[in-house]
């Protein structure tokens, strides 16, 4: 019958009939911060979909083509993509149309830190008011940068 030992990083000695086998296994925080990145991952996936959906309805809404939204979601995936927590560190922007400064999403909802939809609905006032359309911010952000 082997015997098994069990120090610090988990490594193992296993004494068996034919000799002695060492094996050293992940510690229990690194096992789990390797399930975390494909949960992340997935996560991630999953908020990206969730936020773009929001987007299409509300783009619909405001009467702007498939096109648009196609010029919004490169414009947002550039910016934060499409992740409502991005927030720049050099210059404080934030959300997913990464607002300059931050608080000026409060207008749209005082949610606005947390909520994809109020950040959205923000993001798109923002963009008719400014630009008219998607592909219009789109194309400023090409030729300087940013929108």
Known sequence: MPTLRRTGAMLI?????????????????????????????AKKASTEKRNKKIARKLVKRRGWSKAQFT????????????????????????????????GKMAS????????????????????????GTPCAAWGHSLRRGWY
């Not at 934060?80 to 400064?101: D, F, K």
């Open 13 to 41: 000695t296993a004494v068996l009939a034919g000799g002695v086998g060492t094996a050293t296994l992940a510690a229990p925080a690194e096992a789990a911060a390797a399930g975390t990145t494909k949960v992340t991952a």
């Open 71 to 102: 010029c919004l979601n490169r414009l947002w995936e550039r910016e934060s993509n499409w992740n409502h927590r991005a927030r720049n560190p050099y210059s404080g922007a934030y959300g997913i149309p990464q607002a300059l400064p931050a």
């Open 108 to 131: 749209a909802g005082e949610d606005w830190q947390t909520n994809p939809k109020t950040q959205i609905k923000w993001g798109l006032s923002y963009i008719k008011e400014r630009y």
